[in-house]
């Protein structure tokens, strides 16, 4: 019943999910046996192709879609011809939109990956009855051809009682991996290639700026580093260090300051899949890897970002935490939930069922921390710390097995004490849907959105795609069913918190150029905090100014904002990929003393609480509203 709403509630034209009848397609011109109704038809195996006999017809090629009424539309889709032969993909577009077929608005351009998948082009919510998308190349240069095997438009969603999903945003790449900049900008990474992985000397990235909705590409070469499936951490002065994947023993630094790629040390051991986290002290700690760089032996080594050295740490083995994978130790030490704690120990939580402790002074030292109840290997799950103070995990979802393994909903709160102390671990209400492949982000009100991921883990696969999101909230241990996002958000799939409370979801696939499930493309989440009960934009609450910005673990921190404050927040900067997301945290924080609009705070003083690095501040007024987030770096 719920797919079925998805359907009625976004894809009620032409898609590739329905055949919508009476609908009409116009195109400039087609081929015999390749008409523009072909385009229409809801059948995959077909597809509309300009004229090319007996004489080609030149680009431009145009196809007009006509909804039959005017409707409130806020997206356009395109599925390409599905043979080997990609004669005709379009490359550089034109999309507009019309009351009358006579008067047109131009409301998105840009240009399409030349791969099978199917491309989504968002754009502001217009009532329009008819479509025009005119095929400026092709994509390939192969000619002046233009071909379609559907194309379809998404309505526009009306209400926002539960949050609300922006237009989908083209992207130039898939974004596989993410991370938050102290700008506001969320850099996003593919691979050698902007939709394949696996190979070596370079990555393509593209950094998504919230402020002005647009996207700009870079080339990183002057590392030699294919940063696809690597471990992310960001360092006290928020530098992104990124570890292993293709090339697997690399270490690229990015300085967010400057904007420029430098070369680390070489990790000890060659890694990718593996996780990382960054320490009390400023040190990154990190284990696993055998996806790549060899198989098996992949225990601890550490990085210390002030002398540029990677140590192997001897008493930190990855064999306690490997999990009873059907590929064995290929997939078995992948993706820990690492979770950075006091005096430079680490909870690792997951994905194994067995928890253990990683100590890091001297050569290390490892021990177990018990099991998740009774849960079962979860790999590809989720675990974010969502209340660092109280120690409160949450975790969820997850497959015994990395691929062609059955998902599972169950739920978990694991609360963390002192190091070496077993946590303790309650089972909480399951999620409504199994989901492999998902992510979990911390809300400034301490509530856990879950987005993506399908119900039997399949790499590559938009099959058992779940659309609805799920918000668990503490307070309750509850989960809500939220609006659906459009693109199917599986394996490479990332999700990130922005400094305006929203959230950025994006990615999945990254399967060469015949893959019809590569999805360079993001959303954005709006939660319903950010609406009034009659579904406009809330008025925010405002901080004015921060002091100082920069500051230790039990210093004193002085906001003053433009209105009463009901509650307040620290959520560290996030970093995704492949599921994981050991950077993000949440600290809700309680004024010292209150004057007015004038508030102190003592940040917590232990630095495996308040890790050294940057956090974004929340205010939330008493409707529970957020403020744009205000950038808070703590020292060591």
Known sequence: MLLKMFNNRLIIFLSTFTSVTGLTITTDSSNAGNEAALAGDGNTGTFWHSQYSPSVAPLPHWAIVDLGSPALINGFNYLPRQTSNRNGNIGQYRIETSSDSSIWTQ???????????????GFTAVTARYVRVTALTEAGGRGQWTSAAEFGVNSAPTTTNLGQWSPVIPFPLVPAGAFLLPSGKILTFSSYKINAYYGSGLTYTATYDPATNTVSQQT?????????????SLDVNGRAIVTGGDDAYKTSILDPNTGAWITGAQMKISRGYQSSTTLSDGRIFTIGGSWNGGKGGKNGEIYDPKTNVWSLLKGCPVAPMLTADAQGIFRSDNHAWLFAWKNGYVLQAGPSKAMNWYGTSGTGSQAPAGNRASAVDSMNGVAVLYDAVAGKVFAAGGSPSYQNSDAHNKAYLITISAPLTTPTVTTLSSMTYARAFHNSVVLPDGKVFVVGGQTRAAPFSDANTIYNPELWDPATQTFTLLPPHVVPRNYHSVAILQHDARVF?????????????????????????????AGALATRPVINSVSPSALPVGATL?????????????????????????????????????????YTFIIPNDSGIALPGYWMLFALNSAGVPSVAKNVRITI
């Open 220 to 232: 990183v070469s002057n590392t030699g580093h294919d940063m696809f499936c690597p471990g992310i």
């Open 558 to 598: 002085t906001v003053v904002t433009n209105s009463a404050i009901s509650s307040w927040s620290l959520i560290r900067f996030g970093s995704a990929t492949h599921t994981v997301n050991t950077d993000q945290r949440r600290i809700a924080l309680t004024p010292a003393t209150t004057s007015g609009t004038t």
């Open 107 to 121: 409301v998105a351009n840009g240009s399409f990956i030349d791969d099978n998948s199917k491309k989504y082009v």
């Open 505 to 533: 979801v994006g990615g999945s696939g990254l399967c060469g150029d015949s893959c019809g499930t590569n999805h360079a493309d993001a959303e954005i989440f709006s939660p319903s905090y950010l609406y009034t009960s």
